[in-house]
């Protein structure tokens, strides 16, 4: 790191700055945003420079930088736009020992100005060191559109707030409250009925916080997405964000769990293949004895947590204890899955509807209306289908599809390491067999890759860029 990032106090403090053009009106906007005493030296200045002047927010001296201009002063800027007049104002500044900048003059200056963004009190700044100023902007852009306008003035009520706030006991209970402030009802209130609505909120949010009862715990059913920790929902990674405790599956990748809140308790609740590895009983006690504590528990399931995930056993006693909860929705396998070979689930003039399938359930091989399913153009999407690869394919063809009905294989979708294979009803157990696919596997039924619509069996480990 060649710049160290500081925020410096400009209350009072004495800013000089030389020149009167494009670059000075720049800078001094910006400067205009503080406190700071701020001195300008142009001989012409631009209008908005002297008006600048006129209102009383700076000093301006119609003349150049001389000696003895720059004393006490904090920072110097040298922003004539000319190479030797910024050297020679430059040599004032330092001898007088300011931290000046040139502008555009990375090299000869002692401090640069980042790109901002202001939601004031809360200010961002990005730098890179000079090297890529179109990336700094991009991400200025980028936090401009998600930090909503209102965030300043939020942060500048609830700094006044603090110390009310230290009625609630220091930790959740008050992280709670923050949270509900600034994600939930701070915002509503702005929204309806401006600052003094949002003043108003405040007083009451802090009365039914220091009336909730103790230990109110929750539990929120999260969507994990098939892997990949881009496809999780922003909804998920605030969960993930607030929560004490994370239960989660199997297949909920590593990159993802790293994203729950560093304290957060993290527990294993594992199931594999056939049968589960910790009875469902089990989970659901795990999960209203940490909500009953007083925990946020986040219930992390792979995919979606309402396709094959048991939700309804989860939400049966967690609602059976009494205890709130809510579901975040997440991407599940099948969408994944269908991204990946470039095909849509549904399609005109080929299926209208499409089936979520399970190869097998509690009882074993899972029946289904195989007829329906053998009729040309059908498309299933069979969730937990590899073991039962064979069964599945006895079923269809006994019911009249036909064997060169195409279907595809998606090992770990969305994942580094994903595998696409193209296949035949006739050739799929076979192919499994060949393809040893150890990761979680979705087939689809009545579905070829887009690109290899017309190529035989073979399987691709793709890589993602
Ligand atoms: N709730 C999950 C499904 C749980 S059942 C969801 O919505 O995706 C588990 C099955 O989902 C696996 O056996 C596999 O068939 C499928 N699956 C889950 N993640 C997958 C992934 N990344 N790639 C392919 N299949 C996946």
Not at 79 to 93: G, L, S
Not at 305 to 334: K, M, N, Q, S, Y
Request: glycine letters at 8%.
């Amino acid at each position: 790191m060649e710049h160290f990032p500081i925020f410096l106090a400009m209350e009072g403090r004495r800013v000089v700055l030389s020149g009167g053009g494009e670059a000075a009106l720049a800078k001094l906007r910006l400067l205009l945003k503080t406190r700071a005493r701020i001195t300008v030296h142009a001989p012409r200045p631009a209008p908005e420079i002297a008006d600048w002047a006129a209102a009383g927010r700076l000093t301006l001296h119609r003349r150049a930088l001389a000696p003895g201009d720059t004393l006490c002063a904090a920072l110097f800027y040298a922003a004539d736009e000319d190479a030797q007049e910024d050297a020679r104002t430059a040599a004032i500044a330092r001898a007088d020992g300011a931290l000046v900048n040139i502008v555009d003059n990375l090299g000869d200056s002692q401090f640069i100005t980042p790109a901002i963004v202001d939601r004031d009190p809360v200010t961002v700044a990005i730098g890179t060191e000079g090297a890529a100023p179109v990336l700094a902007r991009a991400i200025k852009a980028d936090l401009e559109a998600r930090l909503p306008a209102t965030l300043g003035t939020l942060a500048r009520i609830g700094k006044a707030f603090r110390k009310a706030a230290e009625v609630l006991p220091f930790g959740r209970r008050r992280r709670d409250f923050w949270a509900d402030y600034y994600f939930a009802a701070g915002p509503r209130a702005m929204d309806s009925g401006g600052e003094d609505a949002v003043q108003a909120t405040l007083e009451d949010l802090l009365a039914r916080h220091r009336h909730a009862p103790d230990g109110a715990g929750h539990v929120a059913f999260v969507g994990a997405g098939p892997g990949d920790p881009e496809l999780l929902t922003l909804k998920a990674r605030k969960a993930l964000d607030t929560a004490d405790v994370v239960i989660f599956d199997r297949l909920v990748t590593p990159e993802i769990l790293e994203l729950a809140r560093r304290e957060a308790v993290m527990i294993e609740a594992g199931k594999q293949g056939y049968g589960p590895a910790m009875s469902q009983d089990a989970i659901n006690d795990l999960l209203v004895r940490h909500a009953r504590d007083g925990a946020q528990v986040v219930r992390l399931k792979g995919g979606d947590p309402t396709v094959f995930g048991r939700l309804d056993d989860e939400i049966a006693a967690v609602a059976a204890a009494g205890l709130g909860w809510h579901v975040v929705p997440g991407i599940t396998a099948a969408s994944a899955s269908v991204a990946a070979i470039g095909q849509s689930l549904t399609k005109r003039a080929r299926n209208s509807s499409v089936r979520l399938l399970t190869g097998h359930d509690m009882q074993g091989f899972a029946d289904h209306d195989w007829r329906a399913l053998a009729r040309p153009g059908e498309v299933a999407a069979i969730y937990m289908g590899k073991k039962s690869a064979r069964f599945i394919q006895g079923r269809l063809i006994m019911h009249g599809a036909d064997r060169a009905t195409p279907v595809t294989v998606v090992e770990n979708a969305a994942r580094p390491d994903q595998r696409v294979l193209a296949t035949t009803l006739e050739q799929m157990p076979a192919d499994l067999d060949r393809a040893e696919m150890t990761g979680p596997a979705l087939t689809f039924y009545g579905l070829a890759p887009r690109a290899a619509q017309t190529a035989p069996a073979h399987i691709t480990a793709q890589e993602r860029a």
